[in-house]
């Protein structure tokens, strides 16, 4: 296994690997940049099918939070752990308190929060061991209700655009949501969408979760791997990535891919795939930001405020306006138009902050 030639390597510049054989840590965390600051991301904990896949988890996940940072006008760099196992049976937290000394040796390049298979309770065992932390339950918390603001917001800009309409009307009637994963995130966007008056298909590999959302939405209970390929107005892949690829593409029926899962493009060429196939899909990394939005008001100086968190995670719907518009007007991707306003951020902080050392 190779860092360096993997294809999920985008010039990374730092990528650590920690192991605690007392606790059975095995994680990885990837650096990918820190130009815009400290590298900010959440640790996964995941059965990956072996350490290959781990690593391309971290890298992908890594570069996808530098993006997000930056379209999400944030002070912070992008980075992310993996923790191999499952964090149904195996997490601990005498494991937590390990990993938290791992990301404690980076000095504050990288500052951990929660993600898939990890929780408050978590962040609180790694805060034992260092302060580059954040999503604490004493100050911002989970952040996945934040995410699924977001979302959903991100879903309405995109339906407002389809129909040339505003995004402020809060009504989804007439509107299927098609939410596969319904973890914190996902379950807490089918209760948004449920309210707003939306119709959903709701999947999950868990079908207790599956089942408990259907409960409390009159969802109607689909198969995971089938999903994608059913008949309604939008398709919300809220679980694991790569869920867009040669295979499901020709299969989906949706007009619109607005989800919360990170990397939901197997491959960057697919965005150009849906296009021609005339979907209109929200860049992940922009549509999902609302949880290191939420866990960034906890690193102001001003300290954490749940309203001005809030207020700065609608602002995800006049971002998402905007990438649509320009990828209509252009002819670009959707897809294109997000990276070129994350990597202008990004160059332009670091001609300036270049400028500033001379």
């Known amino acids: 296994m190779s860092v360096f030639s993997s294809t999920a390597f985008d010039g990374h510049e730092q990528v650590v690997f920690g192991h605690d054989p007392d606790t059975g840590l095995k994680a990885v965390i990837a650096i990918h940049s820190t130009v815009l600051g400290p590298g900010v991301g959440g640790c996964r904990m995941w059965a990956y099918g072996d350490e290959a896949a781990a690593v391309t988890d971290a890298l992908r996940l890594s570069r996808g939070m530098t993006y997000k940072n930056a379209m999400a006008g944030l002070a912070f760099g992008g980075a992310k752990a ?37 929780g408050t309770e978590d962040m609180a065992q790694v805060r034992r061991q260092t302060t580059h932390v954040l999503g ?32 402020a009307d809060d009504g989804l009637a007439g509107v299927t949501v098609a939410v596969q994963g319904l973890g914190h995130v996902g379950a807490d966007l089918a209760r948004r969408l449920h309210e707003a ?17 259907a409960r409390l939405t009159g969802a109607r209970i689909a198969d995971p791997a089938t999903i994608h390929a059913e008949p309604v107005d939008v398709y919300a892949p809220c679980a694991l990535g790569g869920v867009l690829n040669d295979r499901t593409i020709p299969e989906i029926r949706a007009r619109i891919i607005a989800g919360a899962a990170n990397n939901q493009l197997a491959e960057p060429r697919h965005a150009r795939v849906l296009t021609d196939r005339g979907i209109l899909y929200a860049p992940d990394y922009v549509i ?17 405020d749940a309203g001005r968190a809030t207020a700065r995670v609608h602002g995800i719907s006049e971002t998402m306006a905007r990438i649509f518009a320009e990828a209509t007007a252009s002819g670009r991707t959707t897809a294109e138009v997000a990276d070129a306003m994350a990597e202008a951020r990004i160059a332009a902080h670091a001609a300036s902050r270049d400028a500033s050392a001379a």
Do not use: C, W
Request: charged share 20%; net charge neutral; no cysteine.
């Open 82 to 118: 993996v923790i191999l196992g499952d964090a149904r049976r195996d997490k601990t937290p005498a494991m937590m308190r390990a990993f938290g000394r791992v990301v404690d040796r980076l000095a504050g390049r990288y500052i951990t929060a929660e993600d898939v298979g990890i």
């Open 288 to 304: 999902n930001a609302g949880g290191v939005i939420n866990i960034a008001v906890e690193h102001d100086a001003a300290g954490y």
């Open 136 to 167: 604490l339950a004493d100050t911002s918390g989970d952040p996945s209700p934040f995410t699924a603001l977001g979302v959903f917001l991100g879903i309405k800009a995109a339906l407002a655009h389809g129909a040339g309409a505003s995004a």
């Open 197 to 213: 008056g939306a119709k959903l298909v709701v999947a999950d590999i868990h079908q207790d979760a599956a089942a408990r959302v």
